[in-house]
């Protein structure tokens, strides 16, 4: 954890800006990072211990403008700790330090691979991912992991992230309507969890199914009872 010589009274995370207030210029930036929390909402559904936020500011000095990675994961956090919920993340609050930083390139490159990859090192920030839909001669999903002090870029997609209990990877994929390469969260074997589109549309499935195998069954007990009145057996008296 950062150690802090502020001073004693510091601005909470209500009294400072949430964002630096710069739109967005692809909206990849807002879907990818919400997909990924939409995903941990179901999947950590009744853990209360960690924060996605998107878009949201990281603070570690009042005088200095906040840190806006498209999306950050703390853990050992509380979840919710009021019902207007954070406006921004607070480093001398929380005490925390976010696990992994997530930024999506977008069409005006912001010094995703020098500058922020520099900024996140030196905060300490274990995990940086960076994603880049454009790229087509180097991966498009980079993740470096934090050793001795300096990232180093991390084999394989789908990743593992063995103190997140996650791993992170890219796929295509529907989501909102729209096929194309995502980010997704998997299983230590590497097995993608679903999205809340797919469990709904997986959960309608197997209500189908049940419903089939009912009337299938009301069917073959129909066929059985007139088949035994036939032979002059009442059904009713057997049971």
Not at 3 to 21: G, I, Q, R, T, V
Not at 130 to 136: D, E, H
Not at 143 to 157: P, T
Request: hydrophobic share 35%; net charge negative.
């Amino acid at each position: 954890m950062l150690e802090y010589n502020l001073p004693k009274y510091l601005p909470s995370a209500e009294e400072l800006p949430d964002s630096d207030e710069t739109p967005v210029d692809n909206e990849l930036q807002e879907l990818i990072p919400g997909l990924l929390k939409a995903i941990l909402l179901l999947l950590w559904a009744e853990r209360m211990d960690w924060l996605f936020g998107i878009d949201m500011g990281i603070y570690e000095d009042p005088e200095k403008p906040a840190i806006v990675p498209d999306a950050f994961l703390s853990l050992g956090v509380e979840r919710v700790y009021d019902e207007e919920l954070r406006p921004s993340y607070v480093l001398w609050d929380e005490n925390v330090v976010p696990i992994l930083v997530l930024e999506v390139v977008s069409q005006n490159y912001r010094k995703e691979y020098t500058n922020k990859l520099y900024e996140y090192e030196r905060l300490g920030i274990l995990y940086y991912v960076i994603y880049s839909s454009r790229r087509r001669r180097k991966p498009r999903l980079e993740v470096h992991k934090l050793v001795n002090g300096k990232y180093q870029l991390q084999e394989g997609n789908p990743v593992w992230l063995p103190e997140i209990g996650l791993g992170i990877g890219c796929e295509r994929g529907n989501y909102c309507g729209m096929t194309r390469e995502w980010l997704y969260w998997y299983d230590e074997q590497g097995q993608r969890y679903p999205t809340p589109e797919e469990q709904i549309k997986e959960a309608k499935n197997r209500a189908q199914v049940a419903e089939q195998r009912a009337q299938q069954e009301a069917q073959r007990a129909q066929q059985l009872a007139e088949q035994l009145r036939a032979l002059g057996i009442n059904p009713d008296n057997l049971s």
